[in-house]
Structure formats: structure tokens, C-alpha cells
């Protein structure tokens, strides 16, 4: 009763950096699981994708993220290709739109020949 409250703040002020760092905790704890759960995967599934994008060849059956199956024809330049969809229907795609290659093609006389 007799202890005016500037005392009682100052005594308890050792006790509030413990206090703050274990209210921390929880948050500290809950990024680390998020990052191995969530972040770390799919931070692996982008690598996997940008690999499979850049070895794309000719000759090679894709799915696009529109659905369209198609083999690829000719390779333009590093940010599209050339896909054939049906007899005779060509058509251009951004490299980064691929889904899924199904099946590699065949090398190239070229690329046989080194």
C-alpha cells in the first residue's frame, strides 16, 4: 500500500525482457514452421519448373497450363516455342506456360553428332 507505483514498475523491469522474449516465441516458432511447410517446397517446386522450361527441345510432347497437348517444333528463342496442336496448326507459346513435358524427343542429328 505504502509503495507508489514508479517503484513497482522499475521492480518489475527485469522480468520484462524474459516476459517479451517468450511472447516472441511463439511467433518465431510458427515462421519456422511455415518456412519448412510451406515456403521451402515451393520455393523447389519453381527450381524444378524453371529447369524443365529451360530443356525444352524440339521434338519434345508438352501440356500447356491451358490444356493444349501439343510436340514442339521449333524452339524460337529462350522465351517461347513453336508447338504443333494438330495437323498442320502451329502455334506459339511463352516458355513459361508450359505445365508438363510428357514425353522427351529425339535428339537432333546435330546434337547426335557431338
Excluded at 55 to 67: E, F, L, Q
Excluded at 79 to 105: C, F, H, L, N, Y
Aim: hydrophobic share 45%; net charge positive.
Amino acid at each position: 500500500m505504502f509503495i507508489t507505483p514508479a517503484f513497482a514498475q522499475a521492480a518489475g523491469a527485469a522480468g520484462d525482457t524474459n516476459s517479451m522474449l517468450m511472447s516472441l516465441l511463439p511467433f518465431a516458432m510458427i515462421f519456422v514452421i511455415m518456412y519448412f511447410l510451406i515456403l521451402r517446397p515451393q520455393q523447389r517446386k519453381a527450381k524444378e519448373h524453371a529447369n524443365l522450361v529451360k530443356n525444352i527441345r524440339r521434338g519434345d510432347t508438352v501440356v500447356t497450363s491451358g490444356g493444349l497437348v501439343g510436340k514442339v517444333t521449333k524452339v524460337v528463342d529462350d522465351e517461347q516455342i513453336e508447338m504443333e496442336v494438330s495437323d498442320g496448326v502451329r502455334i506459339r507459346q511463352m516458355r513459361q506456360m508450359i505445365a508438363t513435358v510428357r514425353s522427351k524427343g529425339e535428339p537432333t542429328s546435330e546434337a547426335a553428332a557431338s
